[in-house]
């Protein structure tokens, strides 16, 4: 199936942000694999903060998505891998997104103007880690090109997570 993809923007999250976010991933379908239940608003609070931080450092951050009309449907990005473990000292590239609009492409466009603007900001190549169960996220990686790297064991959930890496 070869359909357009659908017109998406992406932003600097902005303190209202951190509100939408919160009500968009509140259900369970969406934070399946990210702890099976909705963050505190307080989690994404910070969590917006930080990006725009990390877009003033490194000219990019997890961009709020925002759909055709301006509704902010989720996020997509890249920031540097934040834990202990896994792809250390590399950027990775991430999204979340509303269930309501799963399956419309959102996020491959979003995801495909990420991989335009990491470039452009200088990364010579990006990492997704995603949950091994997690299939339409791996699908993702697929249509971006990228290829299984690495899989490791989360060590607080002890669940797989595959590594997959895309250099230019």
Not at 38 to 62: K, N, P, V
Not at 139 to 144: G, N, P, S
Request: with cysteine; proline share 4%.
């Amino acid at each position: 199936m070869n359909r357009a993809l659908p017109v998406v923007r992406l932003r600097v999250p902005t303190d209202e942000d951190a509100v939408a976010w919160h009500r968009v991933f509140d259900h369970p379908d969406v934070m399946e694999f990210h702890g099976g239940r909705s963050a505190e608003l307080s989690f994404y609070e910070e969590l917006t903060a930080r990006q725009r931080r990390h877009d003033a450092e490194h000219g990019f951050c997890l961009w709020t998505m925002l759909d055709e009309s301006g509704r902010v449907i989720g996020f997509t990005g890249a920031q540097p891998w934040p834990q202990e473990w896994g792809p250390r000292g590399e950027i990775e590239i991430g999204w979340r997104l509303g269930r309501e609009h799963w399956g419309k492409g959102y996020v491959t466009a979003a995801a495909r103007m990420t991989l335009e603007r990491v470039r452009a900001a200088g990364v010579s190549g990006v990492v997704a880690m995603v949950n091994a169960r997690n299939a339409r996220s791996i699908a993702v990686t697929r249509r971006l090109g990228m290829s299984l790297a690495e899989v490791f064991t989360t060590p607080v959930s002890q669940q797989e997570a595959h590594c997959y890496r895309l250099e230019w």
